[in-house]
């Protein structure tokens, strides 16, 4: 498919970008070869492919749900400048 000047700059307007004169040969030849692509893309024969997820046919290895570390509530906050009923206190950033 073969986009003229004209259309370019249609195209153009609409996608709110500003191009000169001299740049509209150069953006319908590009526009041009993606529609030829996308257009040769559209016939290739896809029925008997299965759709899927990710190109490769892996399962994830997930690890164990299991706790594997400590408890570390009290060395926290004990580093906190200011803690109450088990909370950290930060100051009030919002009236």
């Given at each position: 498919?073969?986009l003229d000047s004209d259309q370019v700059l249609k195209i153009a307007h609409?996608?709110?970008?500003?191009?000169?004169?001299?740049?509209?040969?150069?953006?319908?030849?590009?526009?041009?070869?993606?529609?030829?692509?996308?257009?040769?893309?559209?016939?290739?024969?896809?029925?008997?492919?299965?759709?899927?997820?990710?190109?490769?046919?892996?399962?994830?290895?997930?690890?164990?749900?299991?706790?594997?570390?400590?408890?570390?509530?009290?060395?926290?906050?004990?580093?906190?400048?200011?803690?109450?009923?088990?909370?950290?206190?930060?100051?009030?950033?919002?009236?």
């Amino acid at each position: 498919m073969s986009l003229d000047s004209d259309q370019v700059l249609k195209i153009a307007h609409l996608a709110r970008l500003s191009i000169s004169e001299s740049e509209t040969g150069q953006y319908a030849s590009d526009l041009s070869n993606i529609l030829d692509l996308v257009e040769t893309m559209n016939t290739a024969q896809v029925d008997a492919i299965t759709p899927m997820a990710h190109p490769l046919n892996m399962n994830q290895r997930l690890r164990l749900d299991k706790v594997t570390e400590n408890d570390q509530r009290d060395q926290l906050m004990d580093n906190a400048p200011a803690s109450a009923d088990e909370l950290f206190m930060v100051p009030k950033v919002i009236e």
